[in-house]
Nanobody
Framework: QVQLVDTGGGSVQAGGSLKLSCAAS????????MGWFRQAPGKEREFVAT???????YYADSVKGRFTISRDNAKNTVYLQMDSLKPEDTAIYYC??????????????????WGQGTQVTVSS
């Protein structure tokens, strides 16, 4: 069983940066595909980025070139560096983990484990 704790959210102005972290418990962290999703008020949870065990990454078009997902298996942690933030990036951000799914899994349902979420607010 994997438990995830999301941290690093906050409030920034448009054009600013934030770095989210997701710390995972469990000894098999390196085997998991890790993802970041976000949910804005009144909207469905949407895919942001994924990274697999081999550090291959995949991004939503809306964040490509601005966000970077990475992982440190020694620290059981996955990161989301967010640069050039826009007001439309405002949402609660969740990390997710699952085994045996590919990085192109952009739907939330297949992910077995979720963090509690961290709020990101970008003002114009």
């Amino acid at each position: 069983q994997v438990q995830l704790v999301d941290t690093g959210g906050g409030s920034v102005q448009a054009g600013g940066s934030l770095k989210l972290s997701c710390a995972a418990s469990g000894r098999t962290f390196s085997s998991y595909t890790m993802g970041w999703f976000r949910q804005a008020p009144g909207k469905e949870r949407e895919f942001v980025a994924t990274i697999n065990w081999n550090r291959v990454t995949y991004y939503a078009d809306s964040v490509k070139g601005r966000f970077t997902i990475s992982r440190d298996n020694a620290k059981n942690t996955v990161y989301l560096q967010m640069d050039s933030l826009k007001p439309e990036d405002t949402a609660i951000y969740y990390c997710a983990a699952s085994l045996q799914i590919g990085i192109f899994t952009t739907q939330a349902t297949p992910y077995a484990h979720w963090g509690q979420g961290t709020q990101v607010t970008v003002s114009s």
